[in-house]
């Protein structure tokens, strides 16, 4: 019998603070109504009215959680004792998302450096192999002077690269196993050692690095062997 | 906040809340409305500070609030002043009162010290 009075106090309880909420709303609601008719006969076009009414208000929604947090905190504590002074309330979901705030915008923040870090790799490498390249012109010449073919001089002007993209992967995924076991306090629903993840960061970082490095190779590969020969 | 407008004064609202419900119940938007013009448009009431405002008088007693059918027939939360807030208004209005002077006083002082 008393689960059932429990069962009833707690659908009571639940209409009523229904009934309260869609007062509240209809309440903020009417407000806002009576801001826009009051901006429209101001002069203002509908839109213009609506937006400057919402504006002045600051939020519907925020009104409202302000309202009914603040109403059951206080009317909780004003229950046992009215003459306490009560301050700002929130709840601990908000206390949360602020919390999180400042850890979304860090990950935000992280990634952006990720990617310019990327970026600037890439760049990077691209000059490097271009570079080096062009230093090995005469003798790239000379094998293909030799009877090399196109495919072995690309090769051999992309191996280079390919090399130091290597073992820069290698010391990379090394690294970033062991911050990984730093981060574990701060993920959340995040497997800090997700060999999916690892797999594809580097076999896409692996591909970035391929192209940055053929795009010139192709270039040396593919010029005339005369040319190569007197180009210093 | 533009210039000749200002924020009211910390924990004037609910003395100027009482004042206008003292004239007649009404709405909370006509609350706001009537705070500003009978301010010479120098008042802007917060909108988020006057609902908490409202709420808070309601706990304590001093409003009862009831639903109704404006002039243009709307439905509106109407906010009535109860005789528990009379009193307050008494009360709040010989404490502003007193502080008015005093601060008055302050200002205009022209003499010296003996």
């Known amino acids: 019998m008393r689960w059932l009075l429990a069962a009833r106090e707690r659908l009571l309880m639940r209409v009523f603070r229904r009934r309260e909420d869609s007062e ?6 009417f407000h806002l109504e009576m801001e826009t008719e009051r901006n429209i006969r101001r002069g203002l076009s509908p839109r213009a009215a609506r937006r400057q009414a919402r504006l002045a208000f600051g939020g519907v929604e925020r009104h409202r959680e302000v309202l009914r947090e603040g109403r059951q905190v206080h009317d909780a504590v004003w229950s046992i004792d009215p003459a306490i002074a009560m301050g700002a309330t929130a709840t601990l979901e908000q206390i949360a998302a602020d919390l999180r705030w400042s850890q979304r915008v860090m990950a935000v923040v ?123 | 906040v533009a210039r000749g407008q200002s924020e009211l004064l910390q924990g004037t609202l609910e003395l100027l809340v009482l004042k206008t419900l003292s004239l007649e119940p009404m709405h909370g938007w006509g609350i706001s409305r009537r705070i500003q013009q009978m301010s010479g448009e120098v008042f802007q009431v917060n909108q988020g500070s006057l609902y908490p405002a409202l709420q808070r008088m309601k706990t304590k007693g001093w409003v009862r609030s009831e639903w109704r059918v404006t002039d243009n027939n709307r439905r509106a939360r ?37």
């Open chain 1, 110 to 232: 992280m990634v952006i450096f990720a990617a310019i870090a990327v970026v600037i790799t890439i760049i990077s490498l691209y000059a490097l192999v271009a570079h080096a390249v062009a230093r090995r012109q005469r003798e790239f010449g000379i094998r293909l002077a030799l009877g090399a073919g196109p495919d072995q001089i690309l090769r051999g002007a992309m191996a280079q690269g390919m090399i130091w993209v290597a073992v820069g992967t290698g010391l990379g995924l090394v690294l970033a196993v062991g911050v990984a076991q730093l981060l574990t306090r701060l993920l959340y629903g995040v497997q800090p050692l997700d060999p999916g993840v690892f797999a594809l960061v580097s076999f896409g970082l692996l591909g970035l690095a391929l192209l940055a490095s053929y795009i010139p190779a192709r270039r040396v590969a593919r010029v005339d062997p005369l040319r190569s020969l007197k180009s210093e």
């Open chain 2, 78 to 114: 109407y906010y009535r002043l109860t005789s528990a807030g009379e009193r307050e208004l008494a009360r709040e209005r010989s404490d502003w009162e007193q502080t008015a002077a005093a601060v008055n006083a302050v200002l205009n002082w022209a003499g010296g010290f003996a």
């Open chain 1, 24 to 29: 509240m709303d209809e309440e903020l609601r």
